[in-house]
């Protein structure tokens, strides 16, 4: 059985930081290309920041400079540390596994307030 489970969000200033995690079960993890997107209220899910199973990264324009995605194959495990949050960083954040299939996480808060 396929699992994706986040760790990490939460509540935090403006200015802060936040790492999150997404550790991975059932699959062959070094194959996927591993993903995070966030959805706020009201809004469509976006992509935020990619890696391929080799380690290239791709990373939205409105975060980049400020949040880095990397992954551990060795654990199963992606991360998004995230740097300088804004209020408009506030969303539930989705990892996603994608390559012969595409399987989703089931979402971490991360709220951005002071």
């Known amino acids: 059985q396929v699992q994706l489970v986040e760790s990490g969000g939460g509540l935090v200033q403006p200015g802060g930081s936040l790492r999150l995690s997404c550790a991975a079960s059932?699959?062959?993890?070094?194959?996927?290309?591993m993903a995070w997107y966030r959805q706020a209220p009201g809004k469509q899910r976006e992509l935020v920041a990619s890696?391929?199973?080799?380690?290239?990264?791709e990373i939205t324009d409105s975060v980049k400079g400020r949040f880095t995605i990397s992954r551990d194959n060795a654990k199963n495990t992606v991360y998004l540390q995230m740097n300088s949050l804004k209020p408009e960083d506030t969303a539930v954040y989705y990892c996603k596994a994608a390559w012969h299939a595409t399987y989703w996480g089931q979402g971490t808060q991360v709220t951005v307030s002071s």
């Open positions: 059932g699959i062959g993890f070094r194959f996927y290309v």
């Open positions: 890696i391929s199973g080799g380690g290239s990264t």
